[in-house]
């Protein structure tokens, strides 16, 4: 990729304020500098991402569309992107309750810049965060003022329609959720073409006082995609933040979750579910930081691997000093399902405080012969009982999603992936 080359052409075509644009420049040179991670780079030595560096990506036309029944039906406040772009007619913000922001970011920033300037900082980011940041036009914008319950979710869809060349997309999303305030969060990645295209997201997530967030990302890219996101969560005084992360689709995926419980009291619940079969890597890199006494991390990741799939756990929980009677677990079980699929997980722990109450824990196992026994020997099908055991594996993580549509559709698209075979 001439990531050099790309970001001149898409400079070319913009009319940035100034701190922007000064922004970007610093962030293509922060990539420049880095360059794609190798195998060198710790966090990335089990991860392959040569075949994204090597293709030759183009920027996505103005132009693309995609039809309305792609996407999923359920009741919530919808904002819709296309190729990265803010698709108007098929979003949703009709009945959005006084105060509360959800917007496009690129009108965001032709209205009122300055609401954007303190949340787009320049920083040294790593690379995939800083080519974001050189790159990204739109994206998405919530602001749940003080004391205010959203009866229902923000959706946020961002959609895919690579049928051409390689084409790649950068967003960002940055949420507030202010003191007291409740939201569900709902961001999903479908590709609407079968082509090959890069995806490259950044979302910062902002809890104050007593704030209550629910975030679901749900990501089914196309076969020949390549997703890569980074999560940034910041916790205030006893703020409560619950992740859900399912991952069904791509050549390659990798999310990489950040949390600090900076305030005191604050708990977060994590939870993951991937499936890859053929060639396909999915990679969860998740570091929760305790930075204040008090604060509790649960964290569950499941994973189903077939074919020659590549799946990588790495879940960090760090606890500063001075952060006593902080809680936190963390545990990352895996199904392997045929001889040549792999799984690299590490959860680990770094402690500097001396009274707290850790746990960690990871599994790589095969479905039970005697379960499948059992199932053949009451008249089920080889392939339905192998399906109904996977299914009974995942299922506890799909139970843990917000809202009903979104487990129903998850159940699919796994029934479907498993029924396909690798």
């Not at 070319?12 to 991670?37: C, D, M, Q, V």
């Not at 994206?139 to 060349?165: D, M, Q």
């Not at 089914?220 to 969560?233: G, K, P, Y």
């Not at 339905?384 to 993580?397: D, G, I, K, T, W």
Request: glycine share 8%; net charge neutral; aromatic share 8%.
């Amino acid at each position: 990729m001439n990531a050099a080359a790309r970001f001149s052409e898409a400079e070319s075509r913009r009319n940035a304020p100034a701190w922007l644009a000064a922004a970007r420049k610093t962030a293509i040179a922060r990539f420049s500098e880095l360059g794609f991670p190798t195998e060198a780079d710790e966090d990335w030595r089990f991860t392959r991402v040569e075949p994204l560096a090597k293709t030759a990506f183009e920027l996505p036309k103005p132009a693309a569309t995609v039809e309305a029944k792609a996407l999923v039906p359920f009741d919530a406040y919808r904002l819709v992107f296309v190729d990265g772009r803010h698709a108007p007619a098929l979003s949703d913000l009709a009945g959005l309750a006084q105060g509360v922001r959800v917007a496009s970011l690129a009108q965001v920033l032709k209205d009122e810049p300055a609401l954007l300037e303190p949340r787009l900082k320049a920083s040294a980011e790593p690379a995939f965060a800083a080519l974001n940041t050189a790159f990204f036009d739109d994206g998405a914008l919530v602001i749940v003022p003080r004391g205010v319950t959203l009866e229902k979710p923000v959706h946020l869809l961002f959609l895919s329609t690579a049928a051409g060349a390689p084409v790649m997309w950068h967003g960002r999303v940055l949420v507030s959720v202010e003191a007291g305030a409740k939201l569900t969060l709902v961001e999903e990645y479908a590709g609407a073409g079968s082509g090959t295209y890069f995806a490259n997201m950044v979302c910062d997530l902002d809890l104050a006082e007593n704030a209550v967030l629910e975030h679901a990302k749900l990501q089914h890219d196309s076969e020949s995609a390549f997703h890569v996101a980074s999560l940034r969560v910041r916790q205030g005084r006893d703020s409560r933040f619950a992740g859900h992360s399912v991952s069904l689709g791509a050549a390659l995926c990798r999310n990489d979750i950040a949390v600090s419980l900076a305030g005191e009291g604050a708990d977060c619940a994590l939870d993951g579910l991937y499936h890859a079969g053929g060639r396909q890597q999915v990679d969860f890199h998740t570091a929760i930081d305790h930075v204040v006494p008090h604060c509790g991390s649960r964290e569950l990741f499941k994973g189903v691997l077939d074919g020659s799939a590549r799946a990588v756990f790495n879940g960090l929980i760090s606890v500063q000093p001075g952060a006593q009677k902080t809680s936190a677990s963390v545990y990352n079980k895996n199904l392997v399902l045929s001889e040549n699929a792999l799984v690299n997980t590490k959860p680990e722990f770094k402690i500097s405080a001396n009274d707290v109450q850790c746990k960690h824990g990871a599994t790589v196992g095969q479905l039970s012969g005697d379960a499948l026994f059992y199932l053949r020997s009451r008249g089920i099908g080889a392939v339905e009982a192998r399906n109904l055991l996977v299914y009974a594996f995942a299922r506890e993580m799909v139970e843990k999603l917000p809202v009903e549509a979104l487990r129903e559709a998850v159940s699919a698209r796994l029934a479907r992936s498993l029924g396909a075979g690798d």
